[in-house]
T-cell receptor, first 113, second 113 residues
Framework: EPEVTQTPSHQVTQMGQEVILRCVPI?????FYWYRQILGQKVEFLVSFYNNEISEKSEIFDDQFSVERPDGSNFTLKIRSTKLEDSAMYFC???????????FGQGTRLTVV | AQSVTQLGSHVSVSEGALVLLRCNYSSSVPPYLFWYVQYPNQGLQLLLK??????LVKGINGFEAEFKKSETSFHLTKPSAHMSDAAEYFC???????????FGGGTRVLVKP
């Protein structure tokens, strides 16, 4: 069964460093998303991406964040200068045209120290 | 705009007892509604979804949910809890295919032997 894969599963980084979280969405999907979940809190939407551009972003997704689809398969989330409060589980998701359900990856746990 | 409220951040049930998780939503248009389950240290797995067809939706692992427009609710039930149902459950709403998911705060289910 097709699945969304995320790497790495865990990432520890120093405050102020740049991190790139990687995702391989399901191959024929068209919409891509990043969500995050701070420990013990709900899942929050960060950004959606369609047709090689951002279609929607939340207030969380400020200038420190960027997304890219560098090739036909990968979808990345970059945090330019990490802060302690960026520590969270980051989930990538994708959907096909007309699909109502989103398929989620297993997540990347980011710890900023 | 849309929002989701899950009543009860923690629910404790005995094995074999009814599981009832409450979800209320607000939406400016007829929504798509979802229940996701998250096992410890894992990603989000779709339990079931409502997409304007039958109001009673059956999902995996014996769960079902009923869409009640008049009550703006989408409560999740399972007649008989199993130890393996211990997890966190998230209700989510989407306004249209391709749009972001908005999640509720989650309900953590503890199953007692």
């Amino acid at each position: 069964e097709p699945e969304v894969t995320q790497t790495p599963s865990h990432q520890v980084t120093q405050m102020g460093q740049e991190v790139i979280l990687r995702c391989v969405p399901i191959s024929n999907h068209l919409y891509f998303y990043w969500y995050r979940q701070i420990l013990g809190q709900k899942v929050e939407f960060l950004v959606s991406f369609y047709n090689n551009e951002i279609s929607e972003k939340s207030e969380i997704f400020d200038d420190q964040f960027s997304v890219e689809r560098p090739d036909g398969s990968n979808f990345t989330l970059k945090i330019r200068s990490t802060k302690l409060e960026d520590s969270a589980m980051y989930f990538c998701a994708s959907t096909d045209w007309g699909d109502t359900e989103a398929f989620f990856g297993q997540g990347t746990r980011l710890t900023v120290v | 705009a849309q929002s989701v409220t899950q009543l009860g951040s923690h629910v404790s049930v005995s094995e074999g007892a009814l599981v009832l998780l409450r979800c209320n939503y607000s939406s400016s248009v007829p929504p798509y509604l979802f229940w996701y389950v998250q096992y410890p240290n894992q990603g989000l797995q779709l339990l079931l979804k409502y997409t304007s067809a039958a109001t009673l939706v059956k999902g995996i692992n014996g769960f079902e949910a009923e869409f009640k427009k008049s009550e703006t609710s989408f409560h999740l039930t399972k007649p008989s809890a199993h130890m393996s149902d211990a997890a966190e459950y998230f209700c989510a709403v989407r306004l249209a295919a391709g749009n972001k998911l908005t999640f509720g705060g989650g309900t953590r289910v503890l199953v007692k032997p």
